[in-house]
């Protein structure tokens, strides 16, 4: 049974994955403080740099798009893109394991073992 109304997502701190979103998420406030921090001992001044700051954390993300290449490469470097990266769920962990799954040849109908165990 559920608690809180029905809220929770129901799912164990030992799902696959589970435990990179929660660390992810725990980790999202600090590192925009330090970019906050960053960027206010660039500009010096409280005022500039509450407004930079909120525009390059929250708005930035929202107006770049994967239309052009530039706008895609400059999204893809912003916190909020690198944190739905690593709040994907079930998602291969690395490129190259991606690679490897995509590329991998299906399995013959009338066989369960893989093409290669078969010779």
């Known amino acids: ?8 997502a129901g799912i164990s701190i030992s799902y696959p994955g589970a435990l990179r979103v929660v660390v992810a998420s ?9 970019a906050g921090m960053a960027i206010g001992s660039v500009i010096r001044h409280t005022s500039a740099t509450m407004i930079v700051s ?4 929250l708005v930035l993300p929202i107006v770049f798009t994967d ?3 530039w706008s895609a490469v ?6 909020y893109q690198a944190w739905l ?9 690395s490129p190259r394991q991606k690679q490897l799954s995509d590329t991998s040849p299906p399995l013959s109908s009338g066989s369960s073992t893989p093409p290669a165990a078969r010779h």
């Not at 725990?26 to 330090?34: K, M």
């Open 74 to 79: 400059a999204g893809h470097a912003t916190l």
């Open 67 to 69: 239309g052009r290449h």
């Open 85 to 93: 990266r690593l709040v994907e769920v079930g998602s291969p962990s």
């Open 1 to 8: 049974m559920q608690t809180g109304g029905g809220r929770g």
């Open 54 to 57: 909120v525009a390059v954390i």
């Open 26 to 34: 725990a980790l999202l406030a600090p590192v925009c403080a330090v």
